[in-house]
């Protein structure tokens, strides 16, 4: 399907929910569109460019995904580009010893976690999230696969929320967000 196609997909199937999780916020649910089989395989596989060389080759070892929606979404990327799925956490959702990052969100704070012996040095790792706001998760995510010595090489994302500046603080990473809001 063409990038315009899994577009008119995500404008289709993504429903917006006011006020949720709290006033002011429109979130942005995603479940019809994973209950759409083909839809959901679309968005998969143009996820999963982000970790293609212009071959079609899978390059990277690993693909995390943020809690929690990023987990329905990176698993099956993982699968199709032949690589590991590492989940990172909200705080104290990991056994064993984790390497653990706080920062601001659009609406509260967080923490999350990630396993020490979840990334290799030298590992390559595609980060996937279903929205880009205002880039602390992807930030806080990129300094845990560091802190494991890993190398992060891009971040592909369903939306990314333009009014935000998720773009900014992503800095260098290369980004693919599948639609910009």
Known sequence: MSAEGVRAALERLVRDVPDFPEPGIVFKDITPLLADHKAFSQVVEALAEMGRDESGAGVVDKVVGMEA????LAAP???????????????????????????????GEATLELHRDAVAP????????????TGGTVAATRQ??????????????????????????????????LMTI
């Open 69 to 72: 929606r990023g987990f329905i």
């Open 144 to 177: 845990l696969v560091e802190a494991c010595g890993g190398v992060v090489v891009g971040v592909a994302v369903l939306m990314e929320l333009g009014f935000l500046p998720g773009r900014e603080t992503v800095g260098d990473l290369p980004l693919h967000a």
């Open 122 to 133: 030298g590992e390559r790792v595609l980060l996937v999230d279903d929205v880009l706001a």
């Open 77 to 107: 990327v993982a699968l199709a580009l032949g690589a590991g799925f590492v989940p990172v956490r909200k705080a104290g959702k990991l056994p064993g010893e984790t390497h653990a990052v706080s920062y601001a969100l659009e609406y």
